[in-house]
C-alpha cells in the first residue's frame, strides 16, 4: 500500500504560482524532494502535511481517502518539520513532551519517550535549557526531537540539516537512517550530502511548481 496516492493536486497561493501535481505514489521509507529555490518543495509539504489544502481528483493516505470529514485527523498522524525552527518559550525538555502531553500520554510514558528521543540526538544535556537559550543548530534538533517523539506515521524535513554542523548533521544522518524503518519521511533539501548518507527509496524533482520526475 502506499503511504500517499494523488491525482490532480493543485494548490494556488494566488495568481502568480500554483502547485500541480499530476501524479504522485509515495511509498514508506525515505522519498527526497529536490527543486530549485521557489519551485514548490514546501508548498508540496505542506500540502502533504495536511496544513494547505488544495483541490485534487485522488488523495488517499494510506489507502484511505482525504475528503473534508477526515482531513484534520489525518494533520495528527503527520508531523512537518519546517526549516526555520519554531519553539514554544518553555525548556527543552517541555518542548520535546509538548506532543506527547496533547495527545494524554501518562508521565511515565512521557519521560522514558523524551529521554530516548534526546538520547538518541545528543540533546539530553539541555533539558532544562529555555527555548531562547539555544543556538540555532540546537534549536533546530529540538524540533527534530519534538516531531518523532510521538511515532508519528510520517515527517516531513524541510532541510533539515540547514543550521546544522558537521557533527550535529553525522548525527543527525544515523537518526534518520535508523527512524526511517518505522517511519515515512519526505525530506525536502539543497543539501548534497544528506543524499549520499541517508539513502532513500525516491526522489522527486520538483520545478515551477510540477514534479519532472518520480
Ligand atoms: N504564503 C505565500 N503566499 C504567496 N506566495 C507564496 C507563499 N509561500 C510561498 N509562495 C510562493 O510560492 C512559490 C513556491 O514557494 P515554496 O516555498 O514552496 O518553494 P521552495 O521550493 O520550498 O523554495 P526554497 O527552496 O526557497 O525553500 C514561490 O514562488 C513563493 O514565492
Excluded at 165 to 188: P, Q
Aim: proline share 3%; glycine share 6%.
Amino acid at each position: 500500500m502506499f503511504v500517499y496516492e494523488i491525482e490532480n493536486l493543485l494548490f494556488s497561493y494566488d495568481t502568480k504560482f500554483t502547485l500541480k501535481v499530476e501524479k504522485l505514489q509515495i511509498s514508506k521509507g525515505i522519498t527526497y524532494v529536490k527543486g530549485p529555490i521557489g519551485s514548490g518543495k514546501t508548498t508540496l509539504l505542506l500540502n502533504l502535511a495536511f496544513l494547505l489544502k488544495g483541490t485534487w481528483k485522488t488523495f488517499k493516505f494510506f489507502g484511505q481517502g482525504v475528503g473534508d470529514d477526515n482531513f484534520e485527523s489525518f494533520r495528527k498522524m503527520v508531523t512537518y518539520i519546517p526549516q526555520h525552527p519554531v519553539l514554544l518559550r518553555r525548556t527543552v525538555f517541555e518542548n520535546i513532551a509538548y506532543p506527547l502531553l496533547i495527545r494524554k500520554f501518562s508521565k511515565e510514558e512521557i519521560v522514558r519517550k523524551v529521554r530516548k528521543v534526546a538520547e538518541d540526538l545528543k540533546i539530553n544535556h539541555i533539558f532544562e535549557k529555555k527555548a531562547e537559550q539555544l543556538s540555532g543548530g540546537q534549536a533546530k534538533l529540538v524540533c527534530i526531537a519534538r516531531a518523532f517523539v510521538f511515532d508519528p506515521k510520517v515527517v516531513l524535513l524541510d532541510e533539515p540539516t540547514a543550521n546544522l554542523d558537521e557533527l550535529a548533521k553525522g548525527m543527525l544522518y544515523s537518526f534518520l537512517k535508523v527512524r526511517s524503518k518505522e517511519t515515512t519521511m519526505i525530506i525536502a533539501s539543497h543539501d548534497e550530502e544528506i543524499f549520499g548518507n541517508v539513502p532513500c527509496n525516491a526522489v522527486l524533482q520538483i520545478k515551477e511548481g510540477k514534479i519532472l520526475k518520480s
